[in-house]
């Protein structure tokens, strides 16, 4: 009788007699995959054509410049709606510092993709487990980002009819923005919404503060899509309504990397374990990583 009691409780706890738990295992593996050290010229390249691909799709959506015009006479006529219509004074205070618009100026056209870049190197070096899933939340963040330039084209606040914003890189003549000057013909002028300038800074802002061991430099962190956001009201390249079509475009793409690795980016392991150390059977990568951190937080903490 005991050992018919035993062989009983054997196949009702053994996982392979349940068809829910193997639907649940099949549904754990589609969405947990196992992160793979990235590899440099493979990263390259993919960025490198990913970015042209982006810029060619981006200039090739009609510019509809009408109906830009009219969304942007739409959009300020909600912020004033809201009382929130500070653009218009807030680029004419700045523009009047010459030194800070000038310096503003250059932010925009360059930290756009210095700090970008430098961020996926830091995680490409330091954070190989967490490489792949924080990139792809900035592709598709970026990839989405072309639905809205599609369905909603836009005007920037400079270019609106009788409005009087200053744009302030064809006034203090300064180089290097794609939305001014003799750059303008081979860029879309009327694709403001969303705002990748905030979608891409606010991503590597909670990239260093969820991973980065210093005070200072999460602070640095956050401050860095704030100031963004100063500086595209400043310049007149958007409307902060343009800022939150950037951040919820940056939502769509921690979803999407949360779907696709059945984590958050940062919960993943830092390092990434030679192929075979798992066992089989044992508990997945992901899975361990949270285990190990909530040790640790426990061990620190004191309990």
């Known amino acids: 009788m005991g050992e018919t009691t035993v062989k009983s409780l054997d196949s009702r706890t053994t996982p392979s007699s349940s068809p829910i738990a193997a639907d649940e295992g099949r549904f754990a593996r589609l969405r947990g995959r196992t992160p793979r050290r990235p590899t440099l010229w493979f990263e390259v390249v993919l960025?490198?054509?990913s970015y042209w691909l982006y810029s060619l799709t981006r200039n090739a959506?009609?510019?509809?410049?009408a109906q830009a015009l009219k969304n942007a006479d739409?959009?300020?006529?909600t912020e004033q709606s809201l009382g929130l219509a500070f653009e218009h004074a807030v680029n004419h205070a700045v523009n009047s510092v010459t030194w800070l618009i000038v310096s503003m100026n250059y932010y925009y056209a360059t930290l756009h993709f210095i700090v970008t870049i430098g961020v996926l190197a830091w995680l490409?070096?330091?954070?190989?487990?967490?490489?792949a899933a924080f990139r792809t939340v900035l592709f598709a963040t970026t990839g989405v980002a072309l639905v809205g330039y599609y369905l909603f084209p836009l005007a920037p606040p400079r270019l609106m009819n009788?409005?009087?914003?200053?744009?302030?890189?064809?006034?203090?003549?300064?180089?290097?923005?794609?939305?001014?000057?003799?750059l303008k013909h081979v860029s879309n002028q009327y694709a403001a919404m969303p705002s990748m300038h905030i979608g891409w800074s606010l991503w590597c802002?909670?990239?260093?503060f969820l991973l980065a061991r210093a005070p200072w430099a999460k602070i640095l962190g956050l401050l860095?899509?704030?100031?963004?956001?100063?500086?595209i009201v400043s310049t007149a390249n958007h409307f902060w309504l343009d800022a939150a079509g950037g951040m919820?475009?940056?939502s769509f793409g921690f979803a999407v990397s949360y779907f696709w690795y059945g984590s958050r980016p940062h919960r993943l392991p830092k390092l990434v374990e030679p192929v075979g150390v798992v066992e089989r059977g044992g508990p997945a990568p992901v899975a361990r990583a949270d285990r190990e951190r909530d040790e640790a937080e426990q061990v620190g903490s004191g309990k």
């Not at 959506?61 to 410049?65: G, I």
């Not at 490409?124 to 490489?131: E, K």
């Open 61 to 65: 959506v009609p510019e509809q410049k």
């Open 74 to 77: 739409w959009i300020w006529k």
């Open 47 to 49: 960025i490198a054509v």
């Open 248 to 250: 919820l475009c940056l």
């Open 124 to 131: 490409y070096r330091g954070h190989p487990g967490r490489y």
């Open 224 to 231: 860095y899509p704030a100031a963004t956001l100063v500086v």
């Open 162 to 182: 009788g409005q009087d914003f200053v744009d302030t890189v064809l006034v203090h003549h300064t180089w290097g923005s794609m939305a001014s000057g003799n």
């Open 205 to 208: 802002g909670l990239t260093i």
